[in-house]
């Protein structure tokens, strides 16, 4: 359970500054909402299989397949600014 001290600490840490009303105002209010997780843990979930994702979608990927590349020399046709066998681009770093 959470009492005064421990919530002071708490809005510190999130660098909210609470006052003495704001405190007395929220500290039930978080209370109850601590007291319905308590709630969801005590749930038995043994029979229930873990979601990875609410669709159940599977891999939408394609299988990989080797295909043969372009041509070198075909590739380099487009190319704006070559040297020797390689595309040519200007420097970043």
Same mark, same amino acid.
């Given at each position: 359970?959470?009492d005064k001290?421990? !919530?002071?600490? #708490?809005?510190? !840490?999130?660098? *909210?500054?609470?006052?003495? &009303? ?6 039930? &209010? *978080? ?16 029979? *229930? ?5 609410v669709f159940? !979608?599977?891999? #939408?990927?394609?299988?990989?397949? #080797?295909?043969?590349s372009l ?15 390689? #595309?040519?681009?200007?420097? *970043?770093?």
């Amino acid at each position: 359970m959470i009492d005064k001290k421990t !919530l002071e600490h #708490v809005s510190k !840490l999130a660098k *909210i500054g609470l006052n003495e &009303q704001e405190m007395d105002e929220f500290l039930p &209010q *978080i209370r109850s909402i601590l007291n319905l997780f308590d709630e969801i843990n005590r749930a038995d979930t043994e029979a *229930i299989e873990p979601t990875f994702h609410v669709f159940g !979608l599977k891999n #939408v990927f394609r299988e990989d397949k #080797v295909k043969p590349s372009l041509d070198r020399e075909d590739v380099l046709k487009n190319v704006p600014k070559k040297e020797k066998d390689y #595309v040519k681009s200007p420097r *970043i770093l």
